[in-house]
C-alpha cells in the first residue's frame, strides 16, 4: 500500500469506528433493557434494504457484487456495535 492509500483507509477506518460507537451509544440509551435486539432489528432492516437496492449507472451483476459488498460491511460494523455495548453491559454489571 502507498502512504496515501493507508492514510485513506486509516480514515475510513476511524470514521467506521465512531460511527459504531455514537450508534453503541444511542442503542444503550434508546434501548438500555435490551441494546442488542434494536442493533439487531437495525442491522436487519439495513441489510434487506441493501438487497433490494439497485445501484444506479452500473449493471446487475455488478449492483449485486455491490450490494453484497454493502451487506458484508454492515455485518463488519454492526459486530463493532455489539462489541461496543457488550462492553457497557458487561461495566454496568461490575459496577451494580
Known sequence: ???DEVKNSM???AV???AAN?????SVASAP???QRLVSRIQQQMIEGAR???FPGVDTA???LASAELENAVDRLMGMV???IAVVVEARKTRG
Not at 455514537?22 to 444511542?26: D, G, P, Q, R, T
Open 1 to 3: 500500500m502507498s502512504p
Open 82 to 84: 455489539r462489541a461496543q
Open 33 to 35: 433493557a435490551d441494546p
Open 16 to 18: 467506521e469506528a465512531l
Open 62 to 64: 455488478s449492483s449485486d
Open 22 to 26: 455514537l450508534l453503541a451509544m444511542s
Open 52 to 54: 433490494k437496492y439497485r
Open 11 to 13: 480514515r475510513i477506518y
